[in-house]
DNA sequence: AAAGCGGTACTTTTT
DNA sequence: GTACCGCTTT
């Protein structure tokens, strides 16, 4: 093990050595931060500490994922495993399960992630019949999760003067009233949403004494990566398990806090002074990655910023070139200026195209880049976007797999309980919903004894619903008699979900049968990849409940990677990501796109110098991770919400010292001008210092362009038949004319086999297979269906 | 039940 | 420009 110090240079080598007492290692874009804690954690295991008494907490799976592979690599792999090591969120998730019952929670309670939470504070808002302009889901949700990102609770909330007034002054006084009828429904449904799980970690820590010395003795080490992006919630309970014998190392960049727009705190790093009094600092100034002129470049950039922690980062490595400004007309010209520089390069140097990064401020500019990319044919890879487990048709499926689970899921049962089809629809619900609101029960409680609760239900709902109600039961009995796999395959089929996406055959079915698909092979591939761990009898199985606690808190990335690790063909590709995205990652060659005001940085952060600074910050993270060359690059117009819009370029642009910044003559451009913290009370006050969002005080300079005439002639579509063209009148027919397999002719979608029949009367519904349309459900009254043909 | 229409709002987002 | 919501029509 002494030998693998030799690795490290002399800082660092003290940030791995210095074991006992407070440590905190300020580490430079570069400079072997993971290195540092893999390192850290694989020295701890050689001097004899357990890898169950060292906690390691950091911000990403992947981080965390990298660090134990990492960690494996340099000891014993049997020992990796045991370690605490994984985000705050999974690892207090796990702590909670197991301490439930103290804080009123059941041990299978549900996580529910951004969207769900979304679709909870929306019905809240309609419940409540406030204007959702005034009430913005997305708004009040930032509000509560800064409050909870606080530890102000409801109560305190509701109590508190000042913010009282503040909500009575930006005349939203009902957030308290939604904060907490969110917090009762969460409650009701047995679900946390993220920042529960850190809110409920404190109040545990703090109302059970017991737990917490249980703990602050298991975890007698302790690693916090990414300090500057911790928020108060995490500072504390890190704080809290480290006071008993203070082994506590914390590693970040002041410089690289670039998530304070969620609640992370940078004032955290400069508390861990007061904190621990006695506390080593080791600063790791040597960046490993990137050439002087870059390393020079950002570091003039972030003097710019009032706030920070004084560093001189610096390399040894060559002076390299210095860094390219180009400006170019419009986005489009800045895509296809940017991407035959890349072709040019490749091509010279003879590099794969993964060498490259395309940044960018916001998700919307990477179109322009895509289709200049996608012209030259060049691979690329595109980083963001909706997350696997997000897409409808996955959280149908897993929506199934909760409510077996926990029936008390609110979110949940609405979203199946009509999915498939079956009859049961919003007359039906809101009679639900309305008992159960009275009587305060549970959905799933109402719909299990509809009658004993009066709930109005005619005999035909109430039979289709005892149904649904006997199908999730029967799921819950194999809960832990089946394994994951067998389970999900049963919930696919029995559902209907199954014939529903796999029935159809248009094209965005097959893409959703594909989603599906892979959800199922995550399920074999969890119920077969049994690790070799102690303690295994061959009656082990992998249940559902374990692998939805398992991906609870994996994310868009995570799954990236897994299906990247299985294809293999995406290591030639230009990667093209927000900066956000970039964070912790490098290339050879990076270009950073969009350097105007007001885009970056954003026009909404330009009202304030905190938030300009966090923008600043980001320009810095952009800068450094490009290894040979960092080239930015900005528009003089650009098409901005389907106007033109002239922009000016970025003033982070001015701000690159000249020295290290060559100014390229874009395709036809001129050049540029050049306290002891009382638990919940802290957060408080930090809350209130934050206020309200700011407005925007610049508004860019736009001209509103004539519209371009539309493209496309007023469409004729060949599918878009009107009765009279050439048909034969389509009269309405009654149900007994349809039986299952009958021919029939629908005005728009063609010819096609009835599959399914219900409902009576007025209602009468045909379930029709077309030919070129897929599967339709068809309200007979409306469909004006004609047979062609029985049988 | 599903499609079509018109109005509206819009950053970043580890969990 | 487009994604998304709610209302209307079939």
Request: some cysteine; aromatic content about 10%.
């Amino acid at each position: 093990m002494t030998d693998i110090l030799k690795d490290l240079n002399k800082p660092q080598q003290q940030a791995v050595t210095t074991t006992d007492g407070p440590v905190m290692v300020i580490a430079g874009a570069g400079s072997g931060k993971t290195r540092v804690l893999t390192y850290r954690v694989a020295y701890l295991l050689s001097i004899g500490i357990a890898p169950y008494n060292i906690l390691a907490l950091t911000f990403t799976n992947k981080a965390s994922r990298e660090m134990r592979e990492r960690v494996a690599s340099l000891i014993d792999p049997s020992k990796a495993k045991s370690l605490w090591m994984g985000t705050f969120h999974s690892i207090f998730a796990r702590l909670l399960r197991a301490e439930a019952p103290k804080i009123d929670y059941p041990s299978n309670f549900t996580i529910y992630d951004t969207d769900d939470t979304k679709r909870l504070i929306r019905n809240i808002i309609k419940e409540q019949q406030l204007d959702d302009k005034t009430y913005s889901p997305a708004y009040v949700l930032s509000r509560i999760s800064h409050a909870k990102n606080n530890l102000i609770s409801v109560e305190a909330y509701n109590e508190d003067f000042e913010i009282q007034t503040q909500d009575i002054q930006s005349r939203k006084p009902k957030l308290g009233l939604l904060y907490s009828i969110y917090q009762q429904r969460l409650r009701k449904a047995s679900a946390m949403d993220f920042d529960d799980l850190l809110f409920n970690t404190n109040v545990l820590l703090r109302d059970f004494p017991e737990v917490l010395y249980k703990y602050q003795q298991r975890f007698s080490y302790i690693l916090v990566d990414e300090y500057q992006d911790t928020n108060y919630s995490q500072y504390l309970i890190v704080k809290k398990l480290a006071a008993n014998n203070e082994n506590i190392c914390v590693v970040g960049d002041d410089a690289q806090s670039i998530y304070a727009f969620r609640g992370a705190n940078i004032q955290n790093i400069l508390n861990f002074k007061k904190d621990y009094p006695e506390y080593k600092l080791f600063k790791l100034e040597q960046n490993y990655r990137s050439t002087q002129h870059i390393v020079n470049a950002a570091n003039g950039i972030i003097a710019n910023n009032k706030d920070q922690i004084f560093k001189k980062v610096w390399t040894s490595n060559e002076a390299g070139e210095k860094v390219h400004v180009v400006k170019t007309a419009n986005e489009g010209d800045e895509a296809s200026w940017l991407t035959s520089r890349i072709f040019s390069i490749q091509a010279n140097d003879q590099l794969p195209y993964s060498s490259f990064a395309i940044l960018y401020r916001t998700n919307a500019q990477s179109r322009a880049l895509e289709e200049a990319l996608r012209r030259m044919n060049i691979p690329y890879r595109i980083f963001g976007g909706i997350s696997f487990y997000q897409r409808k048709e996955v959280k149908d499926v897993l929506a199934y797999f909760r409510l077996i689970i926990n029936p008390m899921d609110e979110d949940a049962f609405l979203r199946v309980i009509n999915f498939p089809a079956r009859g049961l629809g919003q007359t039906t619900v809101s009679k639900l919903l309305s008992v159960a609101n009275d009587t305060g029960k549970s959905l799933w409680e109402v719909a299990c004894n509809p009658t004993d609760y009066n709930a109005g239900l005619h005999a035909g709902a109430r039979g289709k619903l005892e149904q649904f109600v006997t199908l999730i039961k029967g799921f819950g009995a194999l809960l832990f008699k089946v394994n994951a796999f067998e389970l999900g395959e049963k919930v696919l089929n029995l559902t209907g979900i199954r014939r529903f996406y796999f029935e159809d055959g248009s094209a965005e079915s097959i893409n959703r049968r594909e989603n599906i698909e892979e959800l199922l092979s995550g399920l074999k591939e969890f119920v077969s990849a049994r690790p070799e761990e102690e303690g295994e009898t061959e009656h082990s199985m992998r249940t559902l409940d374990e692998f939805m606690q398992d991906i609870a808190l994996l994310t868009d990335v995570d799954v990236k990677e897994k299906r990247q690790n299985n294809t293999s063909d995406d290591s030639n590709k230009v990667s093209l990501m927000t900066i956000h995205a970039a964070k912790g990652l490098e290339f050879p060659y990076v270009f950073i796109t969009g350097a105007e005001e007001n885009l970056f940085p954003s026009i909404m952060s330009i009202g304030s110098r905190e938030e300009l600074e966090e923008e600043r910050r980001l320009f810095y993270v952009a800068l450094t991770r490009a290894m040979k060359l960092a080239t930015v690059t900005y528009a003089e117009t650009r098409f901005k919400y389907g106007n033109f819009s002239f922009c000016e370029p970025s003033r982070f642009i001015d701000e690159l010292d000249p020295e290290h910044t060559n100014f390229l003559a874009g395709p036809g451009m001129k050049k540029v001008q050049t306290k002891t913290i009382d638990d919940f009370g802290n957060g408080l006050a930090r809350f209130k210092k934050l206020g309200h969002a700011n407005q925007p005080t610049k508004k860019p300079e736009q001209i509103t362009s004539q519209k371009l005439v539309n493209q496309h002639p007023p469409h004729q579509t060949k599918n878009n038949l009107t009765p009279d063209a050439g048909q034969t009148d389509f009269s309405i027919l009654t149900p007994d004319m349809l039986q299952i397999n009958t021919m029939v002719q629908h005005q728009r979608f063609g010819t096609g086999t009835v599959v399914g029949l219900e409902g009576g009367a007025q209602n009468a519904k045909a379930t029709v297979v077309f030919k070129n349309f897929g599967k339709k459900q068809l309200l007979l009254k409306f469909a004006r269906l004609k047979v062609i043909s029985q049988q």
